[in-house]
Every structure is written in structure tokens, then in C-alpha cells.
């Protein structure tokens, strides 16, 4: 197995076998999961292959019995579905192509309008609670009866009973449950069918390997089969694992945009010199708080909350950062401060932390 997200920058996580990524080895702070600030209990997000999950699952709900229940999803109307139930609940019973519009069902206006205020009423309420794709809570005793929703068979030609919870994600943070993440990946499964070795097993210094990804051969290779990482690697031309990790960072759209991801490629070869100048470079999750940190004179806690802040779109905590900006660094000039807020902008967009970066390149590689 590897981990997804932030679980591996945790030591005890790396010391008790759940994760293989050193955090002290590869200098990765603890502050992505989690820190004196944060009010909310972090997850642990865990990749098996994924032909065999459901056997993990099996051994799960084994070794724990009637302790184990995975969490729901709370599917919502949205607009299509939304309309397909005022409809329902108007009596039509009959078929509904995927594309119909009110007005080939209903020749008055008044009907459709009626139809169309019903399906607006029953936007981001919830039509129906299915199984979340992995998360699951291990309770100190049995299951709560009155938080579970039902049992289900976790696979053909098993009497393992699976319990499913009646509450999602946020609901299970709210109440402070511990929730585990048993996830799938494919490139996982590919390599059992190749071999069974422990992944830390494999060498980190195979010239073969480095040079399939300098060449831009890496066309086919699971988690790194794309043109855009295809371009990063003929250009980093990677020969370790922090060079492999940085290259798949650098592809998700948090680093790309602005032009950050462009300048660091352009800058590569003078920022391993300067290794100063290349902490302005936000190419993790993990250097937006280091970054923040500095530039503003917070500790990594607080740095984190203003990272979450640019995420998660929190226009306060975005205008708090800006004000800080200015007042610490008198110096810089407004053009600097705009690129400054518009490079961490880019965190509302998809990206790596550190640890996941460096968890998936050990996979790759």
C-alpha cells in the first residue's frame, strides 16, 4: 500500500508501517496534517490495489466485528434531477429520456411553472445516501444503532457482513469520529501482477530509470503517463526522488497557474544554486505555508490557517493575508504584493502536498 494527502509527513505514521515516506529524511513539515490550530481531526487516506480492496475491507470488518461501519455520501438535487422529482411527484410515471424538456410533457404554462418552482425548492437538498468510496470509522464498541443505515454483503460468496453509517464526511468530522480512508490504484495493482517485493525494496539509484524519464519514454508508466509530465520530465530530467516527486506536483493546476509552473522550469537549473530564491516557488501545499510563514511573520500553524484560507475561497481570511502583506513588507511595491496574492490564489485550484507527491513518485519509480 502507499498513502494519499498529508499522513505522511507524520513520523508515527512513517514508524508504525502506515506510511513509507521519511518526513525527517525528505525535510517535510508536520503543519499539512496538523498543528496546534487546527480545530478539526485529521484523516488517513490509504491506497491498496485495487483488485483487491474489497479483500481488505473483508479483513477489516473481520478483525474488528460489528466495531466497523463505512460513511455515506449525501447525494443532493441538482438542477436535472431535481426536475426528473417534481415530475415524479406529479403522478408521470412513465419513461423520461435524458435530454426532455416540461414543455413536450405539459401544454400549460402554469403547470410547468408550478414544476419548475418545485424542482428549484429541492435544489441541494438530499435525494438519496450512497456508499462512500472508502472512508470508514472504527468504534471503540459495537456500532451505534442509531447512526447506522444499513448492512450490505461486501462481496460475492462472502458472509462478511458490511455496515454502512447514516452520516458523510462533514458529519463524521463534526463529531470528532477518527475516519480511515481504504482506498484503490490501479498502478498499485499492476505491480503485484509484476512482483511482491516490499515498494521500499526498489532502488532509488537505477540509471535505466532515470534515463526512460529524461528521454520522455515515460508514454504507458501508470501516474505518470501523460504529455504534461512528459515535458516536465525531459526538461528536469529527474535522477532522484524529490526531483520525480516535484515534476507531478508541478503538473496539478495549483502550480501550474500563473505562470509559476512555466518559471520554475525556465529557473531550475539557477534555483538548485540559489537554493534562497527557490522557497518563492509554491509548488506543494506544503511551501504555500512555509511561504506564508516568512513572508508574513506567522508560525506554520497560523500560516496554515491563511493556506486554507486561499483554498477554500474564505474572503476574510484572504483579505486578513493581503492586509498583513503590506504591513510586514513596507518595502515591497504593489505590483509584487498583487503577484504575491495571486500566486497563492491558485491554491483554490487541485494540488500535491509534499508527502502525496513524494508517496506516488516512489510508486512511479
Not at 528521454?215 to 512528459?230: P, Q, V
Not at 529557473?267 to 511561504?291: F, T
Not at 508560525?299 to 483554498?311: H, L
Amino acid at each position: 500500500h502507499i498513502i494519499r494527502g498529508s499522513s505522511g509527513s507524520c513520523l508515527v505514521c512513517y514508524l508504525m508501517g502506515i506510511t513509507n515516506v521519511d518526513p525527517i529524511q525528505e525535510k517535510i513539515s508536520l503543519a499539512r496534517f496538523m498543528h496546534e490550530q487546527r480545530d478539526d481531526i485529521p484523516d488517513i487516506d490509504m491506497d491498496f490495489p485495487s483488485k483487491i480492496r474489497d479483500d481488505i475491507f473483508e479483513k477489516i470488518f473481520i478483525r474488528w466485528p460489528n466495531r466497523v461501519a463505512r460513511i455515506s455520501n449525501n447525494v443532493r438535487f441538482k438542477i436535472k434531477s431535481a426536475i426528473r422529482e417534481a415530475v415524479r411527484n406529479r403522478g408521470y410515471n412513465k419513461f423520461l429520456p435524458r435530454d426532455f424538456k416540461l414543455e413536450d410533457l405539459y401544454s400549460d404554462q402554469e403547470t410547468i411553472d408550478e414544476i419548475t418552482q418545485e424542482a428549484y425548492d429541492l435544489l441541494g437538498n438530499i435525494r438519496c445516501k450512497s456508499l462512500h468510496c472508502g472512508g470508514i470509522v472504527i468504534f471503540d464498541d459495537k456500532v451505534p444503532d442509531e447512526l447506522l443505515l444499513k448492512t450490505y454483503q461486501i462481496k460475492e460468496n462472502s458472509n462478511t457482513i458490511g455496515r454502512q453509517l447514516n452520516l458523510d464526511k462533514d458529519e463524521v468530522e463534526n463529531r470528532n469520529f477518527i475516519k480511515i480512508d481504504i482506498l484503490s490504484n490501479r498502478g498499485l495493482s499492476q505491480l503485484m501482477d509484476i512482483s511482491r517485493h516490499d515498494i521500499n525494496k526498489y532502488p532509488l539509484n537505477d540509471e535505466n530509470v532515470w534515463k526512460i524519464f529524461s528521454d520522455g519514454n515515460n508514454f504507458s508508466l501508470t501516474h505518470g503517463e501523460s504529455r504534461a509530465i512528459r515535458k516536465v520530465f525531459i526538461m528536469l530530467k529527474p535522477n532522484n526522488l524529490s526531483e520525480v516527486a516535484c515534476a507531478l506536483a508541478l503538473i496539478r493546476p495549483a502550480a501550474s497557474g500563473n505562470g509559476q509552473k512555466s518559471a520554475f522550469l525556465r529557473d531550475y537549473k539557477m534555483l538548485n544554486q540559489d537554493k534562497k530564491n527557490i522557497q518563492d516557488y509554491i509548488i506543494y501545499d506544503d511551501d504555500a505555508i512555509q511561504y506564508i510563514s516568512r513572508i508574513i511573520g506567522v508560525n506554520e500553524s497560523e500560516a496554515d490557517i491563511y493556506r486554507k484560507g486561499f483554498a477554500k475561497k474564505k474572503y476574510q481570511v484572504k483579505q486578513k493575508f493581503k492586509y498583513l502583506l503590506k504591513k510586514k513588507n513596507h518595502k515591497f511595491s504593489k505590483e509584487k504584493c498583487d503577484m504575491i496574492y495571486e500566486n497563492l490564489e491558485q491554491l483554490e485550484n487541485y494540488s500535491f502536498c509534499k508527502s502525496h507527491a513524494y508517496s506516488y513518485a516512489r510508486l512511479l519509480i
